[in-house]
């Protein structure tokens, strides 16, 4: 039982150090999602609307990160990169076409 004890001790601690670093990986794992998807070719609607989605939920993980509410700002961080790289699928798919 100590040992449960000790390992859901460990696992909360590192839970809570999570909430209060900012999320610099996610941030950054988003701002290269997003300028690979821009640079790719192609011009298509739903690309540029999964693109400018991935724009503002950077936009807003970097308002949360300024506000130091960092768990949004990572929710908010990985969302922009999903969308980034929903955008870069969509166009590759298109220029393979």
């Given at each position: 039982?100590?040992?449960?004890?000790?390992?859901?001790?460990?696992?909360?601690?590192?839970?809570?150090?999570?909430?209060?670093?900012?999320p610099?990986?996610?941030?950054?794992?988003?701002?290269?999602?997003?300028?690979?998807?821009?640079?790719?070719?192609?011009?298509?609607?739903?690309?540029?609307?999964?693109?400018?989605?991935?724009?503002?939920?950077?936009?807003?993980?970097a308002?949360?990160?300024?506000?130091?509410?960092?768990?949004?700002?990572?929710?908010?961080?990985?969302?922009?990169?999903?969308?980034?790289?929903?955008?870069?699928?969509?166009?590759?798919?298109?220029?393979?076409?």
């Amino acid at each position: 039982m100590q040992g449960m004890r000790s390992v859901f001790c460990l696992i909360i601690l590192l839970l809570s150090a999570c909430a209060t670093k900012p999320p610099v990986q996610a941030m950054s794992d988003a701002r290269s999602a997003i300028k690979t998807a821009q640079q790719l070719p192609g011009d298509m609607p739903k690309a540029a609307y999964y693109l400018k989605s991935a724009e503002q939920a950077l936009s807003e993980a970097a308002q949360a990160v300024k506000a130091e509410r960092y768990e949004q700002a990572r929710v908010k961080a990985r969302e922009a990169r999903r969308n980034a790289q929903q955008a870069a699928r969509i166009k590759q798919s298109t220029f393979n076409k």
